[in-house]
């Protein structure tokens, strides 16, 4: 069964920590995996994406790792700010179409002062 | 650009009551996809169109409907309303359903509560 799962559920971590986000899949066949942001009543927005041959990608102070080989994803934030405070979704894609992502549960991170 | 929009905001229905919810694209994006998330699950998906005049099931369904006349709107139609159908519904777009441009762009939600 294809399932994507996160940990931990939620995260508290003083400003200017780092912390790391862990998704691990069970997705087959595999195209890409992507992380996304959502903020408190917004829609998630797309941080990285990831294919098969990619095991790291960067945007700002977030860098995404993949490890296709034991179907794990890891988000590492560095110095985190009072703005990360939200929801990070990990999407793996199966085949391409629109009816095969899978979403997981997410992460919700708070940072406080 | 606008991006995607959703209307309304929130929304509170009776039991047996319907309404549609507004999604409206301004990036000429063919695909198009309803959503709902439920507390502590990840989105599901409703229904999806890869272009005007074609609509998919998702995952779940039931109890609702869509329909796609044009390329920038994909409104969902919700008949006779449920409790169960109290939820977050987020309507997204891509420009494809997969590869490297199918980074897909979602609106702020509607919340939907049903008593």
């Known amino acids: 069964k294809n399932q994507v799962e996160q940990s931990p559920q939620s995260l508290i971590i003083l400003e200017g920590k780092n912390c790391t986000l862990q998704?691990?899949?069970?997705?087959?066949?595999?195209?890409?995996l992507r992380w996304y942001k959502q903020d408190t009543g917004r829609g998630p927005v797309s941080l990285t994406i990831m294919t098969f041959s990619e095991n790291t990608k960067s945007n700002g102070r977030y860098t995404a790792t993949l490890d296709a080989d034991t179907k794990q994803s890891s988000l590492h934030i560095t110095a985190s700010q009072l703005s990360d405070s939200a929801s990070y979704i990990c999407?793996?894609?199966?085949?391409?179409?629109?009816?095969?992502?899978?979403f997981g549960t997410g992460t919700r991170l708070t940072v406080i002062p | 650009n606008a991006g995607v929009t959703q209307t309304p905001k929130f929304r509170i229905l009776k039991i047996g009551q319907s309404m549609t919810l507004q999604c409206t694209q301004d990036?000429?994006?063919?695909?198009m996809y309803w959503y709902r998330q439920d507390p502590g699950m990840g989105l599901k998906l409703i229904y999806y169109?890869?272009?005007?005049?074609?609509?998919d099931k998702g995952e779940v369904p039931n109890g609702y409907n869509v329909s796609r006349s044009t390329t920038e709107d994909f409104p969902l139609r919700l008949e006779l309303a449920a409790p169960s159908q109290t939820s977050v519904y987020f309507c997204?777009?891509?420009?494809?359903?997969?590869?490297?441009?199918?980074?897909?762009?979602f609106g702020p939600g509607t919340r939907l509560l049903v008593l």
């Open positions: 990036m000429n994006h063919n695909y």
């Open positions: 169109s890869v272009g005007a005049g074609i609509t």
């Open positions: 999407v793996v894609r199966g085949q391409t179409g629109a009816n095969n992502l899978f």
């Open positions: 997204a777009s891509s420009y494809s359903g997969g590869g490297t441009r199918e980074t897909q762009y």
């Open positions: 998704c691990n899949y069970t997705v087959s066949p595999f195209s890409n």
